[in-house]
């Protein structure tokens, strides 16, 4: 059984940072390439980061770009979303997910989501 399970999440005051993770089992974790997203209430789901299947590859929506770092540990099976600067309107549930490729319409397998509170 694949799953996913983000650890990381919490409340922490505009300016501040919190560091997510996602953790991988079940699946060939170097085959996938591994997204964040995030919803906030009363909004769609819109994408965060992406990182391919190294390091190499990452991607970062623009509200984001300067301030958060996504990264991938292959021998932990484990994403990290360093999270800095955090803003109020980037508070939202967080999910990352596996998909074959970044700009894949649809991804494999979802997590469960970890709350991420941004006091202003």
């Known amino acids: 059984e694949v799953q996913l399970v983000e650890s990381g999440g919490g409340l922490v005051q505009a300016g501040g940072s919190l560091r997510l993770s996602c953790a991988a089992s079940g699946l060939t974790f170097d085959d996938y390439a591994i997204g964040w997203f995030r919803q906030a209430p009363g909004k769609g789901r819109e994408g965060v980061s992406c990182?391919?299947?190294?390091?190499?590859?990452?991607y970062y929506e623009d509200s984001v770009k300067g301030r958060f770092t996504i990264s991938r540990d292959n021998a932990k099976n484990t994403v990290y979303l360093q999270m800095n600067s955090l803003e109020p309107e980037d508070a939202a549930v967080y999910y990352c997910?596996?998909?074959?490729?970044?700009?894949?319409?649809?991804?494999?397998?979802w997590g469960q989501g970890t709350q991420v509170t941004v006091s202003s």
């Open positions: 997910a596996a998909g074959p490729f970044c700009e894949a319409a649809q991804y494999d397998y």
């Open positions: 990182i391919g299947y190294s390091n190499l590859n990452t």
